[in-house]
């Protein structure tokens, strides 16, 4: 399969700072449905690992996007190489080898944002072992709410997924940051917060990062819980838990590459604002409202609107 946009960004996130996303997974390929997905509904659900795409072609691209990132003093203002994108990046069989290479390679941290659903699997553990974080998601503990939420493959156990999440816990030495997604009348009630509570202190990891729906999902009924209660969330599960704030890291400098395929190319990866843009790209308002503009004419982006807030999405 021939592809050009293995990496995008490098994008702000909320929690890695200035990251650069590979995305080593066909688009909404994912062992999960999940009712709150910014990138829309999954068109091919599987558990099979596979080797989508040639290994040599995501490290030339990886490299180029490092080397343009560079200062005038040669660093690099990428704060995270960070596996995510399109759909489970762990169903990538490679994703262990990559990983490996861009350690050696660079002397940037290595991120893996995952949905846990394979962390059953002693291979996708070790493969995940090389990352200096990982990032798995639990959004509940019982398997009723979890196929509610994540409309998960049928094979799926969450009691699995869970004990796989402990295991990979108890051998791995980087920085595990579990983050929970909640969505208003799903997975919010008392009993599913206990329990989700429960496995969260049994999988140890350092940090518990509380998020709701702020972009447009891939449901309608997918609504965010309000500040307040999540302020409560915060406080029941305790200490070393936060809840994922959307500010943004200092604006990036103007790329000097195509700016309509770098909007492009990040739209791609998830919904964003303008503001979004701005900070991710380094393009004055000025100069990114008649891009935009061009863009939606052409049917490259589209825009929409979610509580308010105007999104762009592809």
Not at 233 to 258: C, N, Q, Y
């Amino acid at each position: 399969m021939i592809r050009t946009d293995f990496v995008y960004g490098p994008v702000p996130s909320r929690r890695l700072g200035l990251s650069l996303g590979i995305n080593i997974i066909p688009r909404k390929t994912c062992t999960l449905d999940c009712c709150y997905c910014q990138l829309g509904r999954t068109t091919r659900k599987t558990l099979q690992r596979c080797s989508f795409f040639p290994v040599a072609d995501i490290l030339a691209q990886v490299r180029a996007a490092v080397r343009h990132s560079r200062n005038a003093g040669g660093k690099s203002r990428i704060s995270f190489l960070t596996f995510s994108g399109e759909g489970e990046p762990t169903l990538n069989s490679d994703i262990g080898r990559l990983i490996r290479r861009l350690k050696r390679e660079f002397s940037i941290p290595v991120a893996v944002i995952t949905n846990s659903t394979l962390i059953t699997d002693p291979q996708v553990r070790r493969d995940l072992y090389a990352a200096d974080l990982v990032v798995p998601s639990l959004d509940a503990a019982d398997q009723r709410t979890f196929m509610k939420v994540d409309r998960g493959h049928r094979s799926l156990k969450i009691a699995a997924i869970i004990a796989g999440l402990k295991l990979f816990r108890r051998h791995y030495r980087g920085q595990l940051w579990l983050e929970i997604m909640l969505v208003r009348g799903i997975n919010d009630s008392p009993e599913q917060l206990m329990q989700l509570r429960r496995a969260a202190w049994e999988i140890r990891p350092d940090r518990v990062h509380l998020n709701t729906v702020v972009r447009p999902p891939a449901e309608k009924w997918a609504r965010p819980l309000p500040p307040d209660d999540l302020e409560q969330v915060k406080m029941l599960f305790g200490p070393g838990t936060d809840i994922a704030e959307s500010t943004l890291p200092p604006r990036a400098r103007p790329r000097k590459a195509d700016p309509e395929a770098a909007i492009i190319a990040t739209v791609r990866s998830r919904p964003v604002t303008r503001e979004d843009l701005t900070r991710a790209l380094g393009l004055s308002p000025a100069r990114l409202r008649p891009l935009l503009a061009r863009l939606v004419r052409a049917r490259k982006i589209r825009r929409v609107v979610f509580w308010g807030k105007l999104f762009y999405e592809a």
